[in-house]
């Protein structure tokens, strides 16, 4: 029995939280000839003898800040970067030149050995070991704020594979904290607390009630056609007690995938042992639903919370915290970079179907 083609989408979507902030849909392009990122190679090593993160190598690398459950026998390893792009050495003070500033570039910047296994992936570390990865993101977070009152944003990153920005194979995440509000973290806040002011209400929870309970059906106008159907749950790529993995609507990257909390929550440090515990379940299955249909993708994902920082102080109630997951398909062309708007040629509505028809145990 043959199935009927879907019709070809080219529109531009507006991302309901950063309204200037827009993604091409043109799944005509997929035909065309292109390059994509090539899948990161399966390293199945568990111990490789120099590298630097690997258990026995720890001379390697600088002291360790912290580790979990200990120094001897950690899980995760927390070290300052060696070629940190900020740092607390510096003692040079901020400059004008006119219409030209520089701001001093203090901060700090560390590596979280994710894991003692040197090419373990994230679907394939336990439940437990995500769970006491994410507990050692929640307290350099909170001891990077607590040690310097000049941070004003601490980003918990990961880069996994060259074409994702990852120099070193074994499995790390990079944590830096920084004297200024990053320009995307600040145009969510900031939009944010627009629309709650207009609405009073958080727009990433509205969206969260939208994915879960929204249905809808678009006809057009003179031919009495579908134009289009939402139903409930199609954006939902994972459900837990406390948290959801949605596929944005206005999706970047084609594999896109963002976790929130289910109930409002600006502050990532303020997670409990509960929702940390279920965040660690829906990570594990997401991850794997992506490496089931696009194996060995390479990709970045990064915790977005609220900044600590005066101007956003009023922010709770509109800011939602979340974690965003960009996997590296294809390689940006030069009407992306020219342009800032990013072409997506598998429509989120067919990603997101694919993912979740993983059957996983």
Not at 63 to 68: E, G, I, L, Q, Y
Not at 116 to 127: F, G, K, L, N, Y
Not at 274 to 288: Q, S, T
Not at 345 to 358: C, D, G, K, Y
């Amino acid at each position: 029995m043959m199935t009927e083609k879907a019709p070809p989408i080219r529109e531009i979507r507006i991302n309901p939280v950063v309204p200037c902030e827009s993604v091409l849909v043109s799944t005509a392009r997929g035909m065309r000839p292109r390059k994509e990122e090539e899948p990161a190679p399966r390293d199945t090593r568990k111990h490789v003898d120099k590298c630097p993160f690997c258990t026995g190598n720890e001379h390697m690398t600088p002291p360790t800040v912290t580790a979990a459950p200990d120094s001897d026998n950690w899980q995760v390893r927390v070290v300052e970067n060696l070629f940190p792009v900020l740092g607390d050495d510096s003692t040079s003070s901020n400059l004008v030149f006119g219409l030209q500033q520089a701001i001093d570039g203090y901060g700090r910047h560390e590596v979280i050995v994710d894991h003692p296994e040197h090419s373990i992936t994230i679907q394939d570390m336990s439940v437990e070991h995500l769970v006491t990865l994410l507990e050692v993101y929640r307290d350099r977070i909170r001891a990077l704020y607590s040690a310097d009152s000049r941070i004003q944003y601490v980003l918990v990153f990961k880069n996994f594979g060259p074409a994702a920005g990852a120099s070193i194979a074994h499995t790390h995440s990079q944590v830096i904290a920084m004297p200024v509000v990053p320009e995307n973290v600040y145009n969510e806040v900031a939009h944010s607390r627009l629309y709650y002011e207009k609405n009073r209400q958080c727009i990433f929870c509205s969206l969260i009630d939208e994915a879960l309970t929204f249905e809808a059906t678009i006809y057009d106008r003179e031919s009495g056609s579908i134009r289009r159907q939402i139903g409930v749950g199609q954006y939902v790529i994972e459900r837990g007690r406390h948290f959801v993995a949605i596929k944005p609507f206005a999706s970047r990257y084609e594999w896109e995938i963002h976790i929130l909390p289910l109930r409002h929550r600006s502050d990532f440090i303020d997670i409990s042992d509960e929702e940390r515990d279920d965040m660690a379940v829906v990570l594990k299955r997401a991850m794997a639903r992506l490496d089931a249909v696009i194996g060995g993708a390479q990709y970045n994902f990064f915790l977005h919370s609220i900044p600590h920082n005066n101007d956003f102080a009023n922010c709770h109630n509109s800011y939602h915290w979340h974690l965003e997951i960009c996997p590296r398909t294809s390689i940006p062309t030069g009407f992306e970079l020219g342009s800032g708007l990013f072409v997506s040629t598998i429509s989120p509505e067919q990603a997101a179907a694919r993912l979740r028809a993983v059957e996983l145990d």
